[in-house]
C-alpha cells in the first residue's frame, strides 16, 4: 500500500497541463468538418486525450479540501463563504463580460445559450466553459456531508462510482446535440472529486499505482475508437466525444493518476524551461479559463476577418483591461491571505 502525497508544485504542473488541454478542446472546435476528414483520427485522439483536463481539476479540489480540512474544523457557514468567495468575483466580472461582448457581436453567439440572463448567470451559461463554477461552488458546498464519510472510504468511493456512472448511462440513452446541462450538474462530475478525497486520506495498492500509465494508455484507445466509430455511424461528434460518456470515467481516472503518481525528473535546462512553463500556467489557471474563449474568439476573427479591424483593436484593449483587473483583483487576495494568516 502506498500513500498519495501531492506537491503544490505538483499540483500546479497538473494544472497546468489541464488548462492548455481545455484551451486545446476549445481551439479545436473552429475548424469546420475535422472530424470526418482524412486526419479524423489524429484529431479525435487529440480531442479524446485533452479530456483528463476536467476530470483533473476537480480532482485536484477534492484532493486539496481534503488536505486542508484533515486537521481543521469545517464551520458550514464560514467554510462556504470563504471557498465560493475565492472565485466568485472573478466569475461575476467574466460572466457579465462574456454576456456584453457576446450580446454585442450576434455572430459570437453559440448553440443552446438560455436566452435568461438570469439562467446564464446561475447556470454558468454566459460563456460555454463557464458551467464549470456552478459545478465547483455544488462541490463545495456537498464537501462537508461528504467528509462526514471519510472514516469509511471505500464506501464513499462505491458510492460516489454508482451515482456517476448510472447518471452517465441515463445521458448514454438519451443522445442529444446539447451537452451543457449534463455538465453544470455536480454529480455528474461526484466521483472525480470524491477520489481526490479518496487520494488524500487513503492508501492505494501498489499494483494500481504501477498500472497507472498502462490502463491510461489502454483506456485512451478505446475511447478514441469509440468516438471515431460513433462518429462514422453519423452521431454529431458533440455527442460522441463529450465528458459525460461511460468510457471517459476510466480513462479520466488512470490517466490523472498516472500524472499524479510519476516521478518527475529535471535534467536539463529544455526540462527546467518546461515545467516552470507548465507550473506558471497552472498558477495562473483560473485567470487563463476564464479568459481564453474571448481570446480565441478575437484570434479566430482575426484569422477569418470576421469583423472590422475597428472593432477588433476594441475588444483586444477591453479583453486586455480585463485580465488586467481580474490579475489585480487576484493579488489582492493573495496579500489579503498571507496577512489573515
Known amino acids: 500500500m502506498q500513500k498519495i502525497f501531492l506537491s503544490l508544485y505538483r499540483t500546479n504542473i497538473i494544472k497546468g497541463l489541464a488548462i492548455i488541454a481545455v484551451v486545446l478542446l476549445h481551439v479545436l472546435a473552429y475548424p469546420k468538418g475535422i472530424y470526418h476528414s482524412d486526419q479524423q483520427i489524429f484529431f479525435i485522439s487529440l480531442d479524446q486525450l485533452a479530456r483528463f483536463c476536467m476530470p483533473a481539476f476537480i480532482m485536484l479540489s477534492g484532493y486539496g479540501l481534503a488536505f486542508k480540512y484533515e486537521k481543521e474544523k469545517i464551520i458550514y457557514a464560514d467554510y462556504l463563504k470563504k471557498r465560493i468567495w475565492k472565485l466568485f468575483p472573478l466569475y461575476v466580472v467574466w460572466s457579465i463580460t462574456s454576456i456584453l461582448i457576446i450580446k454585442s457581436i450576434p455572430a459570437w453567439s453559440f448553440g443552446n445559450q438560455p436566452i435568461s440572463l438570469v439562467v446564464q448567470f446561475l447556470l454558468g451559461q454566459a460563456d460555454y466553459q463557464l458551467y464549470f463554477l456552478p459545478v465547483i461552488f455544488q462541490l463545495y458546498a456537498l464537501f462537508p456531508l461528504l467528509w462526514l464519510l471519510r472514516k469509511r472510504p471505500n464506501l464513499l468511493l462505491l458510492g460516489a462510482a454508482t451515482i456517476q456512472i448510472a447518471l452517465f448511462t441515463f445521458y448514454a440513452s438519451k443522445i442529444t446535440n446539447s451537452d451543457r446541462f449534463e455538465y453544470v450538474l455536480s454529480l455528474s462530475w461526484l466521483l472525480y472529486f470524491v477520489f481526490g478525497i479518496y487520494l488524500k486520506i487513503q492508501e492505494l495498492p501498489k499494483i494500481i499505482i504501477k498500472l497507472a500509465w498502462p490502463l491510461s494508455l489502454i483506456f485512451f484507445a478505446i475511447i478514441a475508437f469509440d468516438s471515431l466509430r460513433q462518429i462514422n455511424s453519423g452521431i454529431d461528434p458533440l455527442p460522441a466525444l463529450k465528458f459525460t460518456r461511460l468510457l471517459i470515467i476510466p480513462f479520466g481516472l488512470s490517466f490523472n493518476l498516472a500524472l499524479i503518481v510519476t516521478r518527475i525528473n529535471i535534467n536539463n535546462f529544455f526540462q527546467k524551461t518546461i515545467f516552470k512553463f507548465l507550473a506558471w500556467c497552472g498558477k495562473n489557471s483560473y485567470l487563463i479559463f476564464l479568459s481564453h474563449t474571448i481570446g480565441l474568439r478575437i484570434a479566430y476573427a482575426v484569422i477569418t476577418k470576421q469583423l472590422p479591424l475597428f472593432t477588433i483593436v476594441g475588444l483586444i484593449i477591453a ?21 489573515n494568516k
Open 319 to 339: 479583453w486586455v483591461i480585463i485580465i488586467f483587473i481580474s490579475n489585480k483583483m487576484l493579488s489582492e487576495k493573495k496579500i489579503k491571505a498571507v496577512i
